[in-house]
């Protein structure tokens, strides 16, 4: 990947054919987990009647969400109040379909414009409008990465930055990092 440079009003930058199906792929596999495997459930709503929305919210969310097992999905929904279990879960209840529909949707704009570079044959460009929802996926995708390798700081990231080559962790570390001149060369564009 080369960093992202300012072009005509957008961020471009030229990605490899392997570049596109990983970035692709852990994007995806990020709408998954969001979305427990029903990215429609998620998608942004049809109608902009509050009424209506409220009626769907209610037709599909449990009056007691559970708490995320998943160390990731924690980490994406941090618990708003980790001493009271039912103020929590209330908050869930009033927030996570909206982050969650957010998430889902900035890495659905994600994908779409992944697509249009034909596997890393045409440039990649991304307008102005969709930097925010870019911006917002990468961290997504990176924070989901540093959960699974263990990184919580700066000095855990610098002891997995010095595995050795054939430590099967090392490869994640790469992508990690990769992820991070990624969102650092796009902020730079701006």
């Known amino acids: 990947m080369k960093k992202f440079r300012r072009k005509s009003g957008a961020a471009v930058t030229r990605l490899s054919p392997y570049e596109v199906e990983l970035l692709s792929s852990l994007v995806s596999q990020l709408v998954e987990m969001i ?37 990731v ?16 879960s209330d908050f869930r209840r009033f927030t996570e379909r909206e ?5 889902v949707t900035d890495a659905q704009v994600v994908l ?6 034909d596997l890393g044959t045409v440039e990649l460009r991304v307008p102005a409008e969709e930097v925010q929802a870019w911006l917002r996926t990468l961290t997504s995708v990176r924070i ?9 700081d700066a000095e ?3 002891e997995m930055s010095q595995l050795p080559d ?24 701006l």
């Open 144 to 152: 989901a990465v540093a959960v699974r390798l263990g990184i919580t």
């Open 99 to 103: 982050l969650k529909t957010t998430k």
């Open 156 to 158: 855990s990231a610098e």
């Open 35 to 71: 979305s427990d495997g029903d990215p429609e459930t998620y998608a942004q709503p049809q109608s902009d009647d509050p009424f209506e929305l409220w009626a769907q919210d209610l037709a599909s969310d449990p009056d007691q969400p559970e708490a995320h097992e998943d160390p």
């Open 73 to 88: 999905l924690q980490r994406l929904f941090p618990n708003a109040y980790p001493h009271d279990d039912a103020a929590s």
């Open 166 to 189: 054939d430590d099967p962790r090392s490869y994640m570390v790469s992508v990690y990092d990769w992820l991070g001149f990624a969102q650092e060369t796009l902020i730079a564009a």
């Open 112 to 117: 779409a414009r992944l697509a249009t570079t």
